[in-house]
């Protein structure tokens, strides 16, 4: 057998979320995901771990309630990006950790925000036993702050690596949206030599066949020698672009321990993304339509988001609308009607496809516009039609 099982630990996560406030979608970890990450930590019995990516905190406070259990000294440095909380800037980055420690007398925890991990190294030094990492999960992501991190990772440290299969969560084969692209911990999974991966079925994700959303392996010396195939993993298309600035940080930290081959490879990786990422895209014919309104007229996209529990219509249910309707309702997102010139009064996703004339009888109603093809005619019958720009929106 190539992956080794890790012997799930529920009861810290169980012990610890009733006790916070925690909101809708906090922890980003599911069960079986927390019960792997605490089963290494039970396996492991770390001194010192290091986290990046914290969002609210509810896995910093599952983890101190691990550690708390385990009854163990330890250190847990939490570290990110951002200094507010990125679902509701209200609230500070893990703001749950601290409402955690209330409840955890042995707690022993730091958050660091607003720079990278890299940046943060020199106050929380190294030896670190257990690293997760959970932030952006598309290139170059992940992969970046692990090949900074790995000098500070004892040999036998495990790395617990999150979101290795949310690009899956999407229907969108497009690729357009960020999530459609969050591959980069599994191409880290996958190209890092290490020791021991951990990796098992989860039996709460029939609906993937059990294929888990979270794996770690254990670093080694082999781990160091062959760092080259996790530099090599960064030949894959990147979906961003670090600051120039971010990127000097991260080279300058990377570079002194890649011999000469690996560090020709990481400046050719960079430079080839670079040039992608700057190029402005030269949009195909049917987006010009999207484009000049979007940009010349200044319809503004549709955030379905925040307006999930309001009636609005989709209009064009050819392949783009098709698919865009498709995502909305993958989002929960079900208050929509329908309107199709060529398809009127045929049946769709369980609601009859209204005609643009009908259009007049929702009149308050916002009208989201799903054809690239078509966007500039849509828009010029609707306003023919009187109605308002003010309630007109472009679904991507
Ligand atoms: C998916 S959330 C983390 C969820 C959290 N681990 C949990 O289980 O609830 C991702 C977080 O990573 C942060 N982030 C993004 N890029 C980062 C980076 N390069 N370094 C540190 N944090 C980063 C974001 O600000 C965000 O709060």
Known sequence: MYYQSIELYEEPRQQILPKLNVPEGEPEMSSFESAFLCGVLRSVRPRKILEVG?????????????MELLGEPYALHSVDLAERFYRDDSKASGYLAEEAKLHLPHANQKTYLGRLAIEQMEDIGGDIDVLVLDTVHCLPGEVLDFLTLLPYLRDGAVVVLHDLVNNFRSQNRKRTRYSDAATATKYLFDSVVAETKYFQEDPTAQQRGGFPNIGAFRVSQDTRENIATVVSALSHTWLMLPSEEQLRIYRAAIIKMLDEEAAWLFDSVVKMNRAILTTPMVPSKAEMGYWFLRKMVGVPAFDSRAHKDEAFIVYGAGTDGMKYMEQLLEEGVDSFQICDKGKSGQELFHRTILRPQD??????????????????????????????KARLYLAY
């Open 54 to 66: 914290v969002a609210g905190g509810g896995t910093t406070a599952i983890i101190m309630q691990c």
């Open 359 to 388: 259009l007049a009888c929702v009149a308050e109603k916002d009208i989201v516009i799903a054809s690239s093809k078509y966007a500039k005619e849509i828009y010029a019958e609707l306003s023919a039609q009187g109605v308002e």
